[in-house]
């Protein structure tokens, strides 16, 4: 594993993603979706109803962001490389396909997580601000913020892998994009029905995904790898 | 070459390689050898396999069958870093990164191979292909011949021991393309074997030590002079200014000649088996005759009547009824 190789494509990748203004706009978008609507309901609450926060966790909400932004980037990472012709030049370099999947990922998980915990920061300030003191205290238990910091990248990883997945199947990037989101959904629903309370959340449900995920994201690398193949993605056809 | 450097080892052998999509045959049974140092040239038609040949060697696909080395290295799966590590190659298309610039879409491939000093192997590839004055230019805002010319410093980054350019010329201008036959000249000086698809016959003609001709088989190897010799007869080429009497008693009983006929010039070309024995007394016998000469010269056979031959054969061989 040569960490260099690695660098060069992250170093790459970074500034593609600077320079476009579709994964710009994707990047700026998407997140607040997910960042309005909890704090409408937040801001929006009596005092006198912040006990019912005690069975919701609405900044779980906001997991769908590192749900489906890394998605929506990492769909682009292979089919993209493809319709531009830089794939092949790439791959005759000596980068292994596992340096390039990882450095892929990794460009597309910092910025998701930057991303997804600036705003979470930008949005408990808020809530403490201006949020009812005792709907904020309601809102902001160790627990739920404990959660939303690991599952982040947890989340991100996932989605990342399948993403990446996708896109090293499919021939165009409006293809790859939409099945990647598509196959995102599952994670947002869980994480809305527990932030709706619909799923109640516990230790052992949270240790339980977060070993699940962690296995996932592990396995995904793996499972990605195996599906790069690099003739089929020079000459359209199956080695 | 010199002949401390044919004694090396070849830079690429190949043994009976063969590739296959499903039925269809890429290329079939095609072993060759290229010395270091040398420059290569691969001719074929469009489909004759040329490009799956380079992506075969540069292990981006997997043979069907046979064996390769490529730089001294084994062609297999577990040897594919080693073999890229010493090999660059240039595509048909450039395949660059058109919102960086210049030096950016070079960092990236000097990281990818990892280059000491990856600033000034930059600086010295773009100085190479000059450019150095578009290092922060777009990509994506050069000329289809400058990207070609970026793609070209981009394969010089890691001082590869073998070279595949493929089709590097395609889309070039006149100057443009120039440049790079002066550019490949300057690497066949510091010793780098070069692998060079092309189309253009006189190009493959100027710039190859020896040149392989691919119709999905290897159809013919050799020097452009060898392929020359082997195909065609060497003949003499006589213009007179007006037609002779007795031809058949001057060239029937002629040396070194093996037979004669007038085309439609109304040039008369002579068989020869050894052109420097049969003109002059060719001409000594013309003179004799009271002929007047306009003209006696060997009759030269370009790289493209080789190729065009071969290309006619297949043709007519595919049209036979089986």
Redesign the interface.
Known sequence: MSWRRIRAIFRKELREYRRNGAIIATMAVLPVIFVIEPLIQIFNLPAASAHTLLHKDPLLYMLGIPALVPAALAAYAVVGERQQGTLEPVLTTPIRREELLLAKALAVLVPALVISYALFVVSIVAIALFADSAVASAVLRAPQLIAQVVFTPLIAGWSIWVGIGISARTNDTRVAQQLSVLASLPTVVVTALIAFGVIHPSLKLALGLGIALLVLDRLGWRFVSALFDRERLITGTRS | MSAPEQQRAPALTVQHLTKR??DRVAFGDVSFEVGQGEVFGFLGPNGAGKT?TV?TL?????PTSGSATVAGVPLDPKHG?EI??R???M?E????????SVA?NL????????VEDPAERIDRALHAVSLADRADDPCGALSKGLRQRV?LA?SLLSDPEVLFLDEPTSGLDPVAARDVHDLIAQLRERGVTIFLTTHRLEEAERLCDRVAILNTTLRMIGSPEELRERLFARSLVIRTRAPLEDPEALFGDAPAVDGWRRNGSGEYVLEVSEPEAAAPAITRALVEAGADVLSIAESRHSLEDVYLELIDQDSELERRPA
């Open positions: 999509f499903g799956t992506r540069s292990t981006l696909i997997a870093v890229r590590q090999i660059a190659v595509p298309a450039p395949g660059l990164y058109l919102k960086l950016e960092e990236c491939f000097a990281g990818l191979y990892e793609a981009r």
